[in-house]
């Protein structure tokens, strides 16, 4: 009953997109990144080839766009999703909880205006900072290694279970950007990408075809399996996404960083997403005009 309403919900306000235009390599484009929301789920520990041969993510990788090039920035685990969301891996050399004093995206999000949140399954909330409680555990949620987040209850309180995801989205309501943690099940950490696979499939499949208009989907992995180079699985979807784009470009962890802060239009941090290149050429939608004001460093 919930999945019928969620669908119904979407259907009634997502704009439909054309997906029929035939599939295409791209090798390089200088096309902006169109402005859109972003919903960025992360899986875990699995290399490129492995991943891109599960049934759910092919299917996402032939709706939407494929980057064949994209390659995590470090391992462990921790310092890959500092970097998703900082420009930085801060020194972390290991998954321990740490604090860290710095910029975050959250602090450009919120100097623009915008909003955001993360989903985080098993979360216990109540600003919880403790390693592990279940399932969840913290180095899969990079805010909470910020200072200024530890100590802020307001921006704590923006840390919520990962259930709270599908009422927001059916309710219309996610954020400007949105991240998305699984569980160390369902991310694939301890069951592998099969399972990863068809937990995607079940939770993200049904919401495809009604994916709201004005959002990106991003479907990433922390880092490869320690087996080969750090090349990883992404995936773009969304009605800006050429379907069946695939990019032949070189990008990382940072790439994505600033792609996500330029279609935020929210400036950069100033770190390596600074200098990194904004994913090109996979894109459905004209450039949008620059926002003047906005590309100024947080720090």
């Known amino acids: 009953m919930l999945l019928a309403c969620l669908l119904l919900a979407l259907a009634r306000s997502a704009a439909a997109a054309p997906r029929g235009a035939p ?12 402005s859109a929301k972003v919903v960025l789920v992360i899986l875990e520990n699995v290399d490129f080839k492995d991943a891109v041969a599960q049934p759910f993510l092919t299917r996402l990788a032939k709706d939407g766009a494929l980057l064949r090039q994209y390659y995590a920035v470090a391992h462990p685990s ?3 999703y500092l970097a998703l969301v900082s420009g930085s891996t801060h020194d972390v050399f290991s998954d321990d909880n740490v604090t860290l004093d710095g910029a975050q995206l959250g602090d450009l999000l919120e100097k623009a205006g915008k909003s955001w949140r993360v989903y985080a399954e098993g979360y216990p909330g109540g600003c919880f900072l403790g390693a592990r409680r279940g399932r969840y555990v913290r ?3 990079p805010f909470l290694s910020f200072r200024e987040v530890q100590q802020d209850p307001a921006r704590c309180a923006r840390i919520v279970d990962g259930a709270r995801f599908f009422s927001d989205l059916a309710a219309g309501s996610l954020p400007d950007y949105s991240l998305f943690i699984p569980d160390l099940d369902d991310d694939g950490h301890d069951t592998g990408v099969s399972f990863a696979d068809r937990w995607l499939a079940k939770a993200f499949g049904p919401l495809l075809p009604h994916w709201p208009a004005d959002t990106l989907l991003i479907v990433t ?4 399996d320690y087996g080969g180079d750090n090349q990883v699985y992404t995936a773009l979807y969304g009605s800006i996404v050429r379907p069946g784009a695939v990019s032949l ?3 990382n962890h940072y790439s994505l ?13 100033g770190a390596k997403d600074e200098a990194a290149s904004p994913i090109a050429g996979v894109w459905a939608t004209p450039s949008p005009q620059p926002q003047p ?3 100024t460093s947080a720090r």
């Open 23 to 34: 599939p295409a390599k791209v090798l390089l484009s200088t096309q902006a990144v169109p």
């Open 78 to 80: 921790q310092p890959n």
């Open 139 to 141: 180095k899969h949620v």
């Open 221 to 224: 992995f922390d880092e490869d």
């Open 249 to 251: 470009e070189r990008y």
């Open 257 to 269: 960083l600033r792609t996500m802060e330029d279609g935020l239009g929210v400036g950069t941090l």
């Open 293 to 295: 004001g906005l590309k």
